[in-house]
């Protein structure tokens, strides 16, 4: 990957909407070599997808959480059925697997504690696995979808 790749991520990452012309204008290269770049880096996974990042509060998704998983045992079975469970769950709108204790970190987002609540006593509690769920509110969002340092 040299300096036109790392542009390329580096401008896609401002702004994903950009045309291949624009792209090309902002980094430097001719349109060909560019859409070259462009495709390369797609097919080596490098750029995963393009997507619109949306603002929860203006959606109603004022209320979010940090959960904290302890699994009662780390064996294989029970991890994969956690994590499989976890997938039908769209509020949980991402979760991380951790070294030492607790085992996952979950950022949970739902429209009020009422939502939260229900979330937590119906689904959360329920998944295959767990021992121990600790939560803890969201104040304020400081760093949120930050591009990568290229």
């Known amino acids: 990957m040299d300096r036109f790749d790392k542009k390329i991520l580096f401008e896609l990452q401002l702004d994903g909407r950009l045309t291949v012309t624009e792209l090309a204008e902002r980094i430097g290269l001719s349109l060909s070599p560019c859409h070259r770049r462009l495709k390369a ?6 750029i995963r997808d393009y997507r619109a990042q949306l603002d929860p509060v203006v959606l109603g998704l004022n209320f979010s959480a940090l959960l904290f998983v302890t699994m009662r045992d780390g064996n294989q079975g029970s991890l994969v059925k956690f ?6 769950i769209p509020q949980v709108i ?6 030492g204790d607790p085992d996952y970190m979950l950022n949970v987002v739902v429209k009020d504690l009422e939502a939260f609540q229900k979330l937590y006593d119906d689904q959360l509690s329920a998944l295959p696995g767990v021992q121990r769920l600790t939560s803890t509110l969201v104040m304020k969002s400081v760093i949120q979808n930050r591009e990568l340092p290229l």
């Open 41 to 46: 880096l797609e097919q080596a996974g490098a």
């Open 83 to 88: 994590e499989a469970a976890l997938i039908d």
């Open 94 to 99: 991402e979760a991380k697997r951790l070294f």
